[in-house]
Every structure is written in C-alpha cells, then in structure tokens.
C-alpha cells in the first residue's frame, strides 16, 4: 500500500511498481528555449510530458529502460523514471512503437542519431558551468579529404585570447568521440569549450586548440568495385596525420611540434589515439584514454611482445617518448571497461611505464565521466 | 478509376484523392548521415516513413497541410506530399495525435521550436552548394550581455584568407532572422557560409565577416516585478548598438566604421534592421529587407512624416547617408508582404530614394527566398 503525501504524485514506476517523488522537479538545462518539459527533481528522476491524444502507449526510454507514461483527460501523456546517474543521458520517447525525439530537448548526436539529451545537475557541475570567464571560440572548420573522397567536417576550440594577441602560437589537443557519436559531442554534451573556458581562467590548464573531428573515415569504393566484405577497415590514422594535422597547422597558429601535441579520446576514440600516438611518436607527446584502451574487448593478461607490434615493450623509451601518459574510467562503469582498462594497467606495470590514473566516481561509461576526464587530463598536459 | 503503372506507386495525396508519383526518389540532402528517409522526388515530391507498430493515425505534416500515411503488415508507415517549392521547408509527422520531429532528418530552429527539415532541390541550386572552393570558418561567440542581464550567443562567419593574412581587416554585416527563428538559422538552413565562400571564390563578392545574433531581447525582470501587460518590449537594438558592435569590433578583424557596416534581415528581421540603421545612420551604410519591411503589416499609403519618425522625409539624405538600400522578395509569398513592401517601394520611389528591388521566382515566405536575396544583396555591398 502507497500513502499519498503532499507534493508528491504517484505514477508507474519502471516496468511495474509505483513508487513517490519528490516534487521538485525543475525543466532540465537542455530544453529548447522555454520549453517546461522535461524536468529533472533532486533526486535525478527525469519527467517527461507529450500530447498525444490519440495514442494508447507512450514510453519513457532512458538508456534502454524503458517507463510507462499515462495518460490525462486531456491526451497528455506524463512519465518519471527512476533516479539516474548526475551527468548527460541520451533518450527518446516511444509513441505506439514509434521511438522518436522528444519535441521538448535540444538534439545530440550519440546512439547512430540526433536524439534527445537530459542533464542531471551534478554536485561538481561548476566545472563545466557557463560562467563569467573569457571565453574561447568554437569554429566549424569542413575540408575535402582526398583519402576518403568526401567533404568532412571539424569544430576547432580556440582558446580565450587566440584573437587578441596574434603574434601567439599555442599547443593542440586532438579529441575524439566514442562509437556511433561524431564530431558534435565534444563541443555540445560534451562541454569541452566550456571545461577549458573554466580551467584557463583558473590558471589549471594552458591555454591550448582543441580540434574535434569525426573518427569515421573510410577509402571510397571505386565505381563498380564489390563492396569489403564485413566491417570497413578504418583510415581515421591517414586522414589524422596526412590530412587533419597539415590543414590545422595551415589554418590555425599552431605550435606544430610532437612537444605541443596531445592526443586523446573516448571509449572508441581512446583505442583509436592510443594506436594513434604509439604509430607517430614523432607527432604527439601527450596521450588519453577516457574508458578505454586498444586491448579492448580483451580482459585477458596483454602480451606485450605482440600488442600493437610491440609498441610497449621497451618501457623507457615509452616514458621517454610520452611525456603525460592519462587513463580514466567511470566506478561504474560495466564490463568489459573495467577488466580492459585493469589489464591495460597490468601490463604499464610490469613495463615500468608512469602513467596517471583516474576514476570518476559513481558515473558509467556516459558524457560525466568524459568531462571530469577532459579536466584532469587537460590540466596535465602542455606544463 | 487509377491506372496502376510500373515504377509508380499509388498513395493518398493530401487529404483525400489519390495520385501517382514519378518513382525517382533519392534521400533528402539533409537527412542524418545513413538515413535512407525522408526521400525527394523530381517533381519535388516529399516522401516519409517511420516504424509505428502500434500507431493508427499517422501523418506527415508541411508548413501546416497533412498527408495521411499508410501502415504496411510491418508497422512501417509511408506517406508522400504533393509537390513543394523548390528550396528548404520546415516540417514535422504527427503519430496519433503528437507534432514530433522525423528520426530521420537533421534539425532547425524555426516557427518556435527544433524541427526536421526538407530540402527540395532548386534549379539554381550550385550558389548555396558546398563547393571545391576556399572555405570560411563559423565560430560560435558567447557573451554576457548587461542589458538583458543574460548570456547570449552568435555565429560569426569570417571569410577564407582570414587566418593567413593577421593584418587584414573586413567590413561586416549584421544579418538578422525571422520570427520564431534563432541565431543559428542563417548559418544552417540559410547556407549563408557557403553562398559567401561561392560568391567570394568567383569574385563576386568582396571578404566580408557576417555576424548571426538572435533578433529577440528583453530587459530583465526584476525581483518581485509584475511582469509587463501585453508583448514585453525588444531592446534589441540596444543591445547591437551598445554590446553586440563593440563586442565584434573588440574580438574580429573588423573595418570599425559606418561605410564598412550592412545590415540586414528577413521577415522580422528586415522590419528590425530597416529601424536600426534608420536610427544609427552614424553606423551603418548598407540596408537590405528580405521579404519585410518596417510598415509590416500595414499595406496602406505610408505617411513619411510620421513612418519611422520622419527618417525618409528627406529622401536626399538618405541618398547620400545609405550606399546600397536593397529590397527583395518571392513571387509567391503571401499578402500582407507584397502589399506592405509595395506600399513602402511607392514611398521611396515618391521621396525620389534609390534602391535595388528583387524578386525570387516562385519561392514564398520560406528560406530559398532569403538565400536568394543574401546572394544578390552580399554581390552589391562594400563595393
């Protein structure tokens, strides 16, 4: 039996309980300009509320759980899910099997699509916040590849300052998103310019570019060629190194040397630039790998004779070569992240290899935990 | 009765009669990358489809008129419009009863909200193409603005040659959006970056920064105020004159003088920036209105001594004062606009004013219009 209180309402709950909120639910912070719905209360439920009126099944779906919403005389459907994660979650709504972006959110790009993003407020969200410090700019930069044969697109952060004093060159940290997500979400959800906006006026970090650009790159089929069979093999490396970093340095004032290089990425992104950086030590100097490694999906004991060629075998040329050397996980991340990344550290170990550690607490493998990474790991490099 | 031919298909049309649609539909230029729908066809056909299992009413809806859609024994819902002008439309599917955006299509700000986008192809359609040309950078600019006691965002479309040449500066134009649009539109659904790289890389255009802001403002409301009866009064032009120009002048190469300022805007926006430059001659030489005028709504005679404070009474001055006074707009757009910017072309022509006049063939109130009229007014200014 439920006791109704004051000020609070009592809706389905997940697949099958009720259960009570606390009614302090406030719109989220990415709604579309002044839209009311959805809201987030304190304890991290997420309301949502679309008109409907002739529907006869709406869901709330929040990283695959999904809540039922009911239904009011009026054909407004309302549903509240259980408390979720402080930090950015992608979600749709399902109208009668349709799942489909709820009209109330701005768009992100994750999951394969645009779709919806609710933020739950975190107890450390100041670092992130939009505040009254210098800001930089984000700039869209598209260049034609040759090596893919397509029109790609990057967004380039400059540092607050980069206008005024034009005779200043700065170092780059190249960036990059996990799988299905693109160019967009270091910028957006990911809150980069405004991490960096924060820390460089804090005096925590350097003032430094940040490119990024889409880690999907493929060689065109050529016209009547039989399509690869099974996954294409990924160019991101050539297009990286033989096309993005010419055109950054041509476009941008760069310090174009592997010292005022860093690399990092995300998930997907962490293995790709931990390749990355081990095949061009002559390029970067910095790497970081947010949830991931390039052992991943493997938990098992790395053979350092044969991972990436070798690539770790001799330690202290390792330690020479990388000067900030950046692993970060969520506590709550599932596995494989864990097991990969403990492995991954195994083997630094046994190779006497420094390296910096960090772990995001209580956030999975989502955009919190990729930010608090942007923070420490930007604060490390280019000292 | 309805000849069934091969290669056609018969569906609803509208609302209630049937029709045959010439099978050459191709995937909208501006759906997420991998979406097969929404697809266009020659005659500029609009064709949608969204998986609904459970839905019993769906229907895709443009610029107000619905087409019903129709379920196949998998759930999957299509339907198809009749033919569309040429050019962007905005655009949203009702299932059972809820206005949602399509999954398929990248979104735009417009008539109030983010919503999908269709893109029918113009004949002319190489101006706004994305082109093997010198390309410009669009940078996002966030700022602090007193007046409104908020922060506040534009776009900011700097020229190709703008990062290589550090001594060279530009002229710059303000160009504004319509109602229920934002800053974003015109580097988005306006192409205005590629309609300047194009016209730039023929020589058509001389290099020119373009500052998007968003059109609406208002002054804070205090603790404990009642809010203002009736619409709350814009203070826009404030806050161009005194924070968004010095902002601009104070972070980008800018020429910071009145013969190397335009300005200009659609629909509201050509209302608002014929206002502001009537009152900031001191500022600004360059006006263009697409599709508006400061009249709006009225398409009555205009009385100069009382129109805007008398500022065309003395139609030599204006002369002298304004380089280029630019007017355009589409054939088929809809009263009161062609009577209202008839009723104002009447009063220049009686005050002996010069001006340049346009018309879009066959577009309406709608974003190949403005495109249109952004090509022809960025070829005439800072000559």
């Known amino acids: 039996m439920t006791v109704l209180l004051v000020g609070t309402v009592i809706f389905s709950y997940g697949q099958s309980s009720t259960a009570t909120y606390k009614e302090d639910f406030k719109p989220s912070s990415v709604n579309q300009q002044g839209k009311v719905y959805p809201q987030v209360n304190s304890e991290g439920c997420v309301r949502a509320q679309i008109l409907a009126p002739e529907a006869h099944h709406v869901r709330l779906d929040i990283g695959g759980v999904k809540y039922e919403m009911t239904k009011d005389e009026k ?36 999951a394969g699509r645009l779709g919806s993003g609710i933020e739950i407020p975190a107890h450390d969200e100041e670092f992130y916040a939009l505040k009254d410090v210098p800001h930089g700019l984000v700039s869209e930069k598209t260049y034609f590849s040759k090596l893919t044969a397509s029109w790609r697109r990057c967004f380039v952060y400059t540092p607050p300052g980069y206008e005024k004093d034009l005779s200043k060159r700065y170092p780059v940290l190249y960036l990059q998103h996990g799988s299905f997500e693109d160019e967009t979400g270091w910028a957006s959800q990911g809150k980069a310019d405004l991490i960096l906006d924060n820390l460089i006026a804090s005096g925590k970090a350097s003032p430094m570019i940040i490119v990024m650009d889409n880690g999907y790159a493929y060689k065109p089929q050529a016209v009547g060629e039989a399509p690869p069979a099974g996954r294409p093999v990924s160019i991101f490396e050539d297009v990286l190194i033989q096309e ?33 950086i081990m095949n061009h030590l002559d390029v970067f100097s910095n790497y970081g790998g947010f949830s991931g490694t390039s052992n991943y999906p493997s938990t098992d004991p790395i053979d350092v004779n044969s991972f990436l060629n070798g690539a770790f075998k001799n330690g202290k040329e390792v330690n020479q070569k990388i000067k900030v050397f950046w692993l970060g996980l969520g506590t709550k991340e599932p596995n494989p992240f864990p097991g990969s990344v403990g492995a991954f550290k195994k083997m630094l170990d046994q190779q ?13 493998h989502e955009w919190l935990t990729w930010r608090r990474c942007l923070k420490e790991y930007a604060s490390k490099i280019f000292k």
Not at 354 to 363: D, P, Q
């Open 244 to 276: 993005i970093i010419p055109m950054i340095d041509g476009t941008f004032r760069t310090k174009a040397d592997r010292t005022n290089r860093a690399i990092a990425g995300l998930s997907m992104g962490a293995n790709q630039t931990m390749r990355i």
């Open 75 to 110: 054909g407004l459907w309302t549903g509240t899910s259980a408390p979720q994660d402080e930090g950015f979650h992608y979600y749709q709504l399902n109208i009668d099997g349709a799942s489909v972006p709820d009209p109330g959110t701005t768009y992100f790009y994750g």
């Open 352 to 364: 006497g290899i420094a390296y910096h550690y960090y772990e995001s607490e209580k956030t999975a």
